[in-house]
């Protein structure tokens, strides 16, 4: 693996564990097996290092849904509009689930111009707007109203089940989703 993805690779797995601005840089080093003088041959900084993680992560979980959503092509519009739960969902179910990290840097700093926060709100933005087309293209009258509830909806579920950590708040969620989504095409009808 190259040098600049193990370096990618250790921030996922550190911030994930135990956020953003907890880790210090010689435990990133340590993990991926780098020296500082290769770090910076990389990165800038390690705020730099931090939005570029976080941005691998918004593309990961763009392209979950991306791909989870060009499965569910042939089912009907409400099935298409859920698969932007499930890529979510996968994420619940996979034992490194450490709640979303984009919401977790948004977060975690009370600097609004703190760099990975920056970088947070752009990747959620990225989102929206993605939920926003996916509702467009199937129809529903005001996709950006339905994207921005939408991703409340995914937001809480994601929160719901980092804190409480069973499935109870997703399904709740997910059955959320399902009647604002039953409303939203009954209101484009």
Not at 96 to 122: H, N, Q, T, W
Not at 126 to 148: C, D, K, M, S
Request: proline share 2%; with cysteine.
């Amino acid at each position: 693996m190259a040098t600049h993805e193990r370096l990618i690779k250790a921030g996922l797995d550190l911030f994930h564990r135990h956020g953003i601005h907890p880790v210090g840089l010689d435990r990133i080093l340590h993990q991926a097996g780098v020296t500082k003088t290769t770090f910076y041959n990389y990165f800038e900084s390690k705020e730099d290092f931090a939005c570029a993680v976080i941005d691998r992560f918004g593309e990961e979980i763009h392209t979950r849904i991306q791909l989870c959503v060009d499965c569910a092509h042939g089912s009907g519009v409400k099935q298409h509009l859920l698969a932007i739960f499930d890529a979510w969902d996968e994420l619940f179910d996979h034992d490194s689930f450490r709640g979303c990290m984009l919401v977790g840097a948004g977060v975690a700093s009370g600097d609004i111009y703190d760099p990975a926060r920056e970088a947070a709100i752009k990747n959620k933005q990225a989102l929206l707007h993605t939920y926003e087309e996916i509702a467009a293209q199937v129809g529903i009258r005001n996709p950006r109203r339905f994207a921005t509830r939408f991703g409340l909806l995914v937001d809480g579920s994601l929160i719901a089940r980092h804190i409480y950590g069973d499935r109870n708040e997703v399904e709740e969620a997910r059955k959320m989703a399902e009647q604002l989504i039953d409303d939203s095409l009954a209101n484009s009808a």
